[in-house]
């Protein structure tokens, strides 16, 4: 079912609660009139009520048109509408019905017909002052829930297109590490490396173990890519630091220019791969690491729960 569809719908459902409402209205004036005048028929009575109606309609109306110009306005519409409707209402009871032998008074006096004009006018004016700011508030309910929804509506696609995007750079990454894995293949480098081991213990005992060390921390940083926990144990990341430091240690001839701290107790705590290991190589690389005046220096603190590093 479309738009226009459904709001026909609702113009044709309000159309027939109105009518509802002023029937029900009818027979509750009538039933209450029949107490002073016993002789008054229904017909009578809705004619009596049509100027009564149409007050009340060109009241929602004015309401309408009045309400964001301010108190004056609506003041001003009040007494307008009342000197409208009050002629209007004359005319009809004392002209236009008799022209068709409905006379439903016999006595043309102005001061009955405006005391009975002011009490009903004032009620009806009340009855559309209350209908408008309903509607008003109903609408306003409607207009928050239309606008929160169109809201939810942009944060789940905000959420979504940040997915999107998240998965876009994660297949980007995943492409990237294929072609530097396609480029070098890491069990070549790495059986080389042990080859290259093997031929310097023959000469030289302390190059044989370097080369080592240089085999097993390349083959931790390849292993680590491939985690699908994306974490490590604090002790093997502590491992595999020390085993670079021995290795940067050669640039350097002297293991005083690297200080190194681990407080606290070495249990099951967890980190992301490299995350030591990558920026200790940041220091080593932009830092001007002195013995005595500017030592590289690196402290680890656990707790049960928390993983301090400081470089």
């Known amino acids: 079912m479309g738009r226009r569809a459904k709001k026909k719908i609702k113009e044709y459902q309000l159309f027939f609660a109105h009518l509802l409402a002023w029937l029900l209205y009818a027979l509750y004036f009538y039933f209450t009139s029949l ?22 309609y060109v009241s929602v109306c004015f309401l309408t048109i009045f309400y964001k110009k ?36 016999t006595s043309r ?5 405006l005391q009975d004009a002011i009490r009903g006018y004032v009620r009806f004016f009340s009855f559309a002052l209350l209908y408008f700011y309903i509607k008003k508030i109903i609408t306003d309910q409607h207009l928050v829930r239309r606008l929160l929804h169109a809201k939810a509506l942009r944060e789940i696609e905000n ?16 492409y990237e590490y294929a072609f530097l894995r396609a480029q070098i293949n890491p069990h070549f480098l790495h059986n080389t490396l042990n080859t290259f081991y093997s031929e310097a213990l023959l000469f030289s ?16 940083s390849i292993d680590s890519i491939d985690l699908e926990s994306g974490k ?5 990341e502590l491992e595999y630091l020390e085993i670079l430091l ?32 990558t920026i200790v190589e940041n220091a ?9 005046s500017s030592p590289l220096i690196i402290r680890v603190v656990l707790t049960q729960s928390r993983v301090y590093f400081y470089c």
């Open 246 to 277: 021995d290795i940067y240690c050669l640039r350097f001839q002297n293991r005083q220019a690297i200080q190194l701290q681990v407080k606290g107790v070495v249990t099951d705590q967890m980190v992301p791969p490299l995350s030591f290991i």
């Open 70 to 105: 301010g108190l004056i306005w609506l003041v001003a519409s009040f007494f307008i509408i009342f000197i409208l409707m009050a002629i209007l209402g004359y005319l009809y009871l004392y002209l236009f019905l008799p022209s068709f032998q409905v006379v439903l008074f």
């Open 232 to 236: 490590v144990f604090v002790r093997k």
């Open 159 to 174: 959420w979504q297109l940040k997915q999107q995007e998240l998965k876009a750079i994660e297949e980007k990454l995943q």
């Open 109 to 113: 006096e102005l001061k009955p017909f």
């Open 205 to 220: 005992p302390a190059l044989a173990q370097n080369i080592l060390k240089l085999s097993a921390i390349m083959r931790y």
């Open 284 to 292: 080593f690389k932009y830092g001007d690491i002195q013995p005595i």
């Open 35 to 56: 107490l002073t005048r016993p002789t008054i028929g229904f017909i009578e009575t809705t004619i009596f009520l049509i100027p009564f109606i149409v007050t009340f």
